[in-house]
């Protein structure tokens, strides 16, 4: 009897180092990504828009082994190069706001690390301000997107993350959308908007950390 009380005492400290070292659990969160998005295949928009940014946020719950939904909102911003067009200038800026459903998966990586693979859909609206435009210019389709991103935890509750996707609106930049008949200088009449995004971010939980802190 003597001799099975040390080698319960060993299983009982390997179970409690091996709960220790076990990756934070995965719980609902709330995420923030500040992104660049680089223009594919749309050579007027990428001449004539500057981006300026796009920040994006999002709520999300896991539902069963590392699947999750979510919902969010995006907004992109651009001002417009009053050169970009040869010889009509054009200033203002645009912005998209996007409202979007997610469904995602994690998986974790590490002790300290995770990875996410998420697609979104939902509805952007691209709202027009430039000298050309008419008033009240709008563009308003359905959007579609994938993203990847990987994760560190600072925290059980707090990690940081770089991610990489790709975005698509199936409203056309076209001429008409800033008020001309045709690009000056072009031959080319636009394109369907599509992006690839570099980002950064954080994701934050909602359950007290094993320090008793939110």
């Given amino acids: ?8 005492a060993v299983l009982c400290f390997m179970g409690t180092a ?16 500040f992104f660049l998005p680089v223009t594919l295949g749309n050579h007027v928009f990428d001449d004539l828009a500057d981006v300026l940014g796009q920040v994006d946020g999002a709520f999300q719950v896991p539902i ?3 699947l ?6 995006n907004a992109s911003f651009y001002e417009l190069n009053e050169h970009g067009l040869a010889t009509e200038i054009t200033d203002g800026g645009t912005t998209r706001m996007l409202y979007y459903g997610k469904l995602f998966w994690k998986h974790t990586t590490g002790k300290q690390t995770f990875m996410e693979i998420n697609a979104k859909l939902g509805q952007s609206t691209w709202a027009w301000d430039c000298s050309t435009c008419g008033s009240n210019e ?3 389709q359905f959007h579609w997107g994938a993203n990847a991103a990987w994760f560190i935890h600072a925290t ?9 996707g790709y975005q698509a609106d199936e409203a056309m930049f076209n001429p008409g959308v800033i008020g001309l008949q045709r690009f000056p200088g072009r031959t080319d009449m636009g394109a369907p908007y599509r992006f690839l995004t570099v980002g950064l971010g954080f994701s934050t939980g909602f359950e007290k950390s094993k320090e008793g802190v939110w």
């Fill in 1 to 8: 009897m003597k001799a099975r009380l040390p080698v319960a």
């Fill in 18 to 33: 091996l709960m220790a070292q076990r990756p934070a659990a995965f719980k609902p969160t709330a995420q923030g990504f």
């Fill in 64 to 66: 069963y082994k590392g």
């Fill in 68 to 73: 999750g939904v979510g919902l969010g909102i």
């Fill in 138 to 140: 709008r563009q308003t």
């Fill in 156 to 164: 059980d509750n707090l990690a940081f993350g770089l991610s990489l």
